[in-house]
Each structure stands twice: as C-alpha cells, then as structure tokens.
C-alpha cells in the first residue's frame, strides 16, 4: 500500500552534486524508516544512508561526508544531496520505506533512478 517515486538522478561531472528527492504515497502513517540504497551492474545493492522517523540517521563508510539525507515526516518525502561525486558513485539508487504494523514489517522500493558520474 505504499508507493515510492524517486527523482533527480541523472549525468553529472567529477565532482558535481545531485539532489534526489523520494516520495512516499499510500498507508504513509506506517513509515517508520525512510532511505536510500544504490545497486551498480554487477554488484550487490548497498545501503547508502538512511534516516528512521525519530531523526536517526545512519550513513555507509563510503558516502559520509559527501551525502547528506534529510526528510519530511509529515510527508513521507526523503531527499538525498551528493557532493563530491566520483565515477564509482555511478549507480541505480533506490529509494526505500520500512513500514511496521505491530511485529509485522514491510518494505517497500522505489523503481529507481540512474545516476552517472563521468567526465
């Protein structure tokens, strides 16, 4: 019952800056965690940083201090700013929601959006 749209990827230099934006349609109360995962050909789809409903954040090794993730909680909306881009940031990035209904949890993923770094 919940549906993710990301935007905002696309073609950008070494070094350039991109703002994804995610948002989050449906049974929205239930979101709990919101975040972004990225999955390059080949390879396997890694956390990329994610924030929960109390203001946590979380971020991988690799992304920290360049990436920055921030949301709406009232609306459900997630966006990501990249920073310093490198050629190896190039990816799909999904956008992803937990949703919990008592012990029960759910995740939902966006469809994707392409980011491509290089010159």
């Known amino acids: 019952q919940v549906q993710l749209v990301e935007s905002g990827g696309g073609l950008v230099q070494p070094g350039g800056s991109l703002r994804l934006s995610c948002a989050a349609s449906?049974?929205?109360?239930?979101?709990?965690?919101m975040g972004w995962y990225r999955q390059a050909p080949g390879k396997q789809r890694d956390m990329v940083a994610v924030?929960?409903?109390?203001?946590?954040?979380n971020y991988a090794d690799f992304v920290k201090g360049r990436f920055t993730i921030s949301g709406d909680n009232a609306k459900k909306t997630v966006y990501l700013q990249m920073n310093s881009l490198k050629p190896e940031d190039t990816a799909v990035y999904y956008c992803?929601?937990?949703?919990?209904?008592?012990?029960?949890?759910?995740?939902?993923w966006g469809q994707g959006t392409q980011v491509t770094v290089s010159s």
């Open positions: 924030i929960s409903g109390g203001g946590s954040l």
């Open positions: 992803y929601a937990r949703r919990r209904t008592g012990a029960v949890e759910y995740v939902a």
């Open positions: 449906g049974s929205i109360s239930s979101i709990y965690v």
